[in-house]
């Protein structure tokens, strides 16, 4: 289950805090727009920074895929931020019931009337590593 989370900028909506684990793992689907994370990618990340990525689907290779493809949770949650601070057309985040703040669904589109400056990610398989 997960917590959805609609709106545009200036709408007042509460954003749960998140904190990010020192190192965790997680798979994120990039289905809309263009995006360099077009496709299904596991991402590791220790200390904040994106250390290994994996494409699941088998469409990307080196030296496409580094650290610099992939997104922290928390860069994602800036993007949200931004989204929001931008005014963007369409911002639906879904946030994980079982820790807030953390989002497991997020469909952007700055504005509906342009072509590709929209952003689908679907986040699954989080586990953070102890």
């Known amino acids: 289950m997960a917590a959805l989370v609609t709106g545009c900028a200036g ?18 689907d990039g289905s809309c727009g263009e995006t360099p994370l077009s496709g299904t ?6 200390g904040g920074e994106v250390v290994e990525v994996t494409d ?12 610099q493809t992939g997104l922290t949770i928390a860069e994602l949650r800036e993007i949200v931020d931004e989204a929001r601070d931008e005014g963007a057309d369409v911002l639906e985040v879904e946030y994980a019931e079982d820790d807030p703040g953390r989002p497991v ?4 589109d700055y504005d509906e009337n342009a072509l590709d400056d929209e952003m689908c990610y679907r986040i699954s398989d989080y586990v ?3």
Not at 41 to 46: K, N, P, S
Not at 105 to 108: H, L, Q, T
């Open 128 to 130: 953070p590593e102890v």
């Open 11 to 28: 709408d007042g909506v509460d954003v749960p805090e998140w904190e990010e684990p020192a190192a965790y793992r997680f798979v994120i």
């Open 105 to 108: 669904d997020i469909v952007i």
């Open 56 to 67: 699941l689907g088998g469409e990307h290779e080196a030296p496409y895929l580094s650290s």
């Open 41 to 46: 990618f596991e991402i590791a990340v220790e």
